[in-house]
């Protein structure tokens, strides 16, 4: 689930700690399958709920958000996909989620009718949307029994590489402080449809995070955690 750029990735963190990502890097790419590439700018539709669904897509870079839409226009954003995710795979004739970039982003597209023909796209496939599934398991926790705070924290530790969850490496031991920065691509309405909450909550949430000394925000899209470790044991995980 991926909504920013962190000022340091997951791998080159992890290279110099010797730790596991939170999310492994998907070892087998659909770019061994074909399909041609295609690049979208910031807030672009890759496609709108309702529409045929012929392709399938594998987010090669950058960042997109999948979201529906109730019938008085409230939205729900279901899931934000990081490099390698897959989505637009439907168990009927048309997308059920509209897709939409957040950053400028490349993607790859495959015919479904060449899913149909591959066992080994299949085995791929298989690999790449388990782990996905742990994920939306995740979100379907914080959206049922997560407070506000909660779920602002888990959003913002999920952003956090090698941190937070079982396998929490801790902090950096040659670190003279507990802390990251985060360059957030979702807007606060966008982290509101994520989270299940009013815009207003988020911030009322973020406001009282400052208040405490646990984030500094230093523009609407720069987040720097003072104390990661305190955030985390405001997930609701500890």
Known sequence: ?????????AQ??????????VRAAVEASL????????????????YYEGDPARRLYELVKGSVMLYKLLPDGRRQVVEVLRPGDIFGLSDGAENDC??????ASEVREI??????????????LTKCLTNQMRVLHE???????????ERVASFLMHLVPDRGG????????????????????MTRQEIADYLGLTI??????????KRRGVIRVDKADKIHLNKVCTLCQMTGMH
């Open 98 to 103: 509209t897709a939409e970039t957040l950053t």
């Open 1 to 9: 689930m991926a909504y920013l750029d962190a000022a340091v990735t």
């Open 200 to 209: 207003e909550t988020v911030s009322r949430v973020v406001s009282d995070l």
């Open 31 to 46: 770019s061994e399958f074909g399909g041609k590439v295609a690049h979208h700018e910031a807030h672009a539709v890759v």
């Open 166 to 185: 079982a396998g929490c490496i801790g902090p950096d031991e040659d670190a003279d402080e507990d802390s990251y920065d985060l360059q957030l691509h």
């Open 139 to 149: 979100h379907a926790v914080l959206l049922g029994r997560k407070s506000a705070v």
């Open 111 to 124: 015919d479904l009718r060449q899913v149909e023909r591959s066992e080994e796209l299949q085995r791929v």
């Open 12 to 21: 080159e963190r992890s290279a110099r700690r010797g730790g596991a990502p």
